[in-house]
């Protein structure tokens, strides 16, 4: 009928009128009972009321609406369970990758062939001797193998790289001396052309005539060079102040040669070996017994001193009036076996009377050229074997005081590294320079004597284009100083110490302390004053004043006697004025300003133009008490 129909269609339905996608056992157990109901209903209908009909219905609606939140509860677990499922099946891809990476690691592991197989490590027996807590430590062990397998290829690296700068070095040399081979034979030619018409044309008797050479012929050919020069020099300048003989035993010439070849045909020998000792100690090297250089050491003595025959020249720096004379008398010697020239200064005229002065004279010809101070090997063949060996030093190749300047082995005709003015020294020069410097020395031993007896004030120099005002403060008396003093001003750059004093110049109520390092290319590098307060008794004198003084003393006064084209022999006694014009200068502007003293005119003026062509050292009193030294 009608009325069951429609409660089968509703049983079938939902509440909001939707059909659910898929049955289940309840929903059957739920439709069965709806559709008995119904029937029940049916049969009964005309027998229940319209209440009854109703309630029934009310009660269906509940049940639709429990299956229904039923429905939706169900499906929310499913989703869940379903998203569980998906998230452990893509950590379980995830974790089968992951393994596929380990094995083929394992692989690659299991398959690795260390380099340290094909390489001669140090043994093990080594490194466990030299720690044995690493017998029992495999890992430990191997890295000690591999670090002193490393430290020795960076040492063989380094060495490898120093011998291929050596190697470029002695190419580029090679390569300069080719050059100059192949263009010498041309200049010889020239030489000797010009010089047998310079013989010709001036009337001189020829040099292989002269007596002298004749008596030179057992000479060794570098003092036999020299020799040949000093004749030809005073044949040709007539210079009455150069004196040159040759002394010696000749008798001993063919010993000492014998000696030498022994020794050096033992040294051929044992290049590779004295190489090798190079960059070993000395010491390690002195208890090598079986070394053929010791060997030829014991066998003979004489074979590393100098030639039996020397050239003894004496040189007069005497002026043409005969002012000014001193002389020097040097001892010329080759060392045949380390190819050398040395000389050395055996007598003088100059005297001094003090250990300061004495310092004054010592190595007259030190440093003549600057930074040729004799103290090092100059590179010839077997010098520079011998510095290999460890002995760079003069002193340890060369007896007594002589120096192998390298302007000497210039002259002698031995190779030897100088820089480029050097190398086109010329004999008249050398013997110009060397009286030029017996002249500088003998000023300098002049002005400390001045110095350490308190008269310098006497001989300070008086030029008023230099020290418009009169010098009133007055100089003590020097005190001689260790040159090698921490105190003491930087010397110049390869130049050797010569001298250092200290002095105190005052005036009333104030002094000032200088202390002076002397270098042994003085006048050429100019002395170097340091300067401090001494006394003041209230006077101020600010440190930026100091600072110029010192600046102006060791730099400018310089440049004026060169600008004004005066000697530079009293270069010492010019900076001490410098100073004590200054001191007078303070002292006298705070006089002046406490109405005290006798104080007239200007502070400080000059017409004299500096180098720089502006205008030179001055009191600027517009600064007040103060005031600055200006410079320039």
């Known amino acids: 009928s009608f009325s069951t129909k429609m409660a089968a269609k509703r049983t079938a339905t939902s509440d909001n009128g939707e059909l659910p996608a898929k049955r289940t056992a309840t929903d059957n157990n739920i439709f069965a009972s709806i559709v008995d109901t119904a029937q029940a209903v049916a049969k009964q209908s005309t027998a229940t009321t319209k209440g009854e009909l109703a309630g029934k219905l009310i009660h269906l609606k509940g049940l639709v609406r429990e299956k229904a939140k039923l429905l939706r509860a169900q499906v929310k677990a499913t989703d869940a369970a379903q998203n569980q499922l998906d998230a452990a099946h893509l950590n379980l891809q995830n974790i089968l990758y992951e393994k596929l990476q380990v094995l083929q690691d394992i692989k690659r592991c299991q398959a690795f062939r260390p380099l340290s197989e094909d390489m001669e490590l140090v043994d093990e027996a080594v490194v466990e001797a030299k720690d044995p807590a690493l017998k029992d430590q495999p890992h430990a062990k191997m890295l000690a193998r591999l670090a002193a397998e490393r430290k020795e290829r960076e040492s063989l690296c380094q060495k490898l790289e120093e011998l291929e700068a050596r190697q470029t070095a002695i190419s580029a040399i090679n390569n300069t001396k080719k050059k100059q081979l192949k263009s010498l034979p041309g200049a010889v030619k020239s030489v000797v052309e010009a010089t047998e018409k310079a013989v010709g044309s001036a009337g001189l008797k020829s040099l292989a005539q002269a007596p002298a050479l004749k008596e030179a012929k057992l000479l060794p050919e570098p003092l036999a060079v020299f020799f040949q020069m000093l004749v030809a020099y005073k044949e040709v300048t007539h210079d009455a102040n150069l004196q040159v003989s040759i002394e010696g035993d000749a008798s001993a010439v063919k010993s000492y040669l014998s000696a030498v070849e022994k020794e050096l045909s033992a040294k051929d020998a044992s290049v590779q070996e004295l190489l090798k000792e190079g960059s070993h100690d000395k010491s390690e090297r002195g208890e090598q017994e079986d070394s053929p250089r010791r060997k030829a050491g014991k066998s003979s003595v004489k074979a590393s001193g100098p030639h039996p025959l020397s050239l003894d020249v004496l040189i007069d720096s005497a002026a043409s009036d005969g002012t ?54 100059p590179r010839t063949s077997t010098a520079f074997e011998a510095s290999l ?228 050292f001055k009191w600027n009193p517009s600064l007040g008490m103060d005031g600055l030294f200006e410079h320039r």
Not at 352 to 358: C, I, K, R
Not at 450 to 474: M, Q, V, W, Y
């Open 324 to 377: 000014n004379e001193h002389h020097i008398k040097l001892r010329v010697e080759y060392f045949a076996r380390y190819s050398l020239v040395a000389v050395s200064e055996v007598e003088t005229s100059l005297e001094g009377t003090s250990e300061l002065q004495n310092a004054a004279i010592k190595l007259i010809l030190q440093d003549l050229y600057h930074g040729d101070s004799g103290d090092k090997l």
């Open 389 to 616: 060996a460890g002995q760079t030093d003069v002193s340890q190749v060369l007896a007594g005081s002589a120096k192998p300047y390298a302007w000497l082995q210039l002259l002698c005709g031995l190779p030897v590294d100088v820089t480029d003015r050097q190398q086109h020294l010329a004999l008249v020069k050398v013997v110009a320079d060397i009286k030029q410097r017996i002249q500088d020395r003998a000023a300098l031993v002049q002005a400390l004597s001045g110095l350490e007896l308190a008269t310098a004030s006497n001989t300070l120099p008086k030029d008023r284009s230099f020290f418009p005002i009169k010098g009133h403060a007055a100089i003590g008396q020097a005190i001689s100083l260790d040159v090698h003093d921490g105190d003491l001003c930087a010397p110049v750059a390869n130049t050797a110490r010569l001298a250092a004093f200290k002095t105190t110049i005052s005036r009333s109520r104030v002094s000032l302390e200088a202390t002076c390092l002397i270098s042994s290319s003085y006048p050429t590098v100019a002395p170097l004053f340091k300067i401090s307060i001494g006394k003041s008794n209230g006077f101020q004198i600010s440190g930026a004043n100091l600072a110029a003084i010192a600046l102006e003393t060791n730099l400018h006064i310089k440049e004026s006697l060169i600008s004004a084209k005066l000697p530079l022999h009293n270069l010492l006694l010019f900076q001490l004025r410098e100073i004590q014009m200054c001191l007078d200068l303070m002292v006298e502007a705070v006089d002046r300003s406490s109405g005290s003293g006798n104080f007239k005119g200007q502070l400080f003026t000059t017409a004299s133009i500096g180098p720089d062509q502006v205008m030179p």
